[in-house]
Structures are given as C-alpha cells and as structure tokens.
C-alpha cells in the first residue's frame, strides 16, 4: 500500500522560504510521475510542479522561477523548495504520485502555452500541509 507524508509547512512572512518534503512508501512502479498540488479551502485544487523518474520538472506559470521540484529515488522523497514566497500561496500542499509517463500537458490558449497539470492523472495523496504566508 502507498504512502505518501508531507513535511515542512509552517508560516512565513512574504518574501521568505520553506521546503517541503514527501516520503513516500509502498511506491513500486519504476516509471511515473510525481507532483505538488495546492488547495485553498473552498477553492479547487492546483497543479503546481511535476517531476518524472528522470528528473525532468514542470511548472505552472503562478510559481516558475521562485520553486524547485526535486525527488532523491535512493531516499524515496519529493521535495519542494518554495522561494520569493507570497500571500496568495496560502494554501494546504499536498504531493502526489501517479504511474503515467506524461506528468503533464501544455495548454494553448490565447496565444501562448500554459502548463497544466490534472488531478485525475494522480492516484496517489499524502495528508497534505498547511503554508501560510504573510504580508
């Protein structure tokens, strides 16, 4: 059975930092995504960030440029460094793991291409964590 913890929420002014990690158990498939999703209460949850078994990453544009996605496979964890932090990245993160070879799609709209990426491709959820970020 699969196992996925989160670790590393907390509060932080804006402008600050926090890692997050997943360690993950039970989780056999040698091919496969990896993901952070975030949610607002009352709000759907959001794809952030992708990381497939070769280490190739994906982001949504809201957090390009300001978090990482990494995965140590030796140490079965995900992890999630979160930089240039602000209020509107309030919100409960969770990771996610999924046996699919597309972590996630490139939307055209309007002109240019967003990153997107779909819950429904993940099977597999930690907990999640709470970060609260503040002004």
């Known amino acids: 059975q699969v196992h996925l913890v989160e670790s590393g929420g907390g509060s932080v002014q804006s402008g600050g930092s926090l890692k997050l990690s997943c360690e993950a158990s039970?989780?056999?498939?040698?091919?496969?995504?990896m993901a952070w999703f975030r949610q607002i209460p009352g709000t759907e949850r959001e794809g952030v960030a992708t990381?497939?078994?070769?280490?190739?990453?994906g982001y949504v544009d809201s957090v390009k440029g300001r978090f990482t996605i990494s995965r140590d496979n030796a140490k079965n964890t995900l992890y999630l460094q979160m930089n240039s932090l602000k209020p509107e990245d309030t919100a409960i993160y969770y990771c996610?793991?999924?046996?699919?070879?597309?972590?996630?799609?490139?939307?055209?709209?309007?002109?240019?291409?967003?990153?997107?990426?779909?819950?429904?491709?993940?099977?597999?959820w930690g907990q999640g964590t709470q970060v609260t970020v503040s002004s």
């Open positions: 990381i497939d078994t070769d280490g190739r990453s």
């Open positions: 039970g989780y056999t498939h040698s091919r496969g995504c």
């Open positions: 996610a793991a999924g046996p699919q070879d597309i972590c996630g799609v490139f939307a055209y709209i309007s002109g240019r291409f967003y990153y997107k990426i779909k819950e429904d491709d993940y099977n597999y």
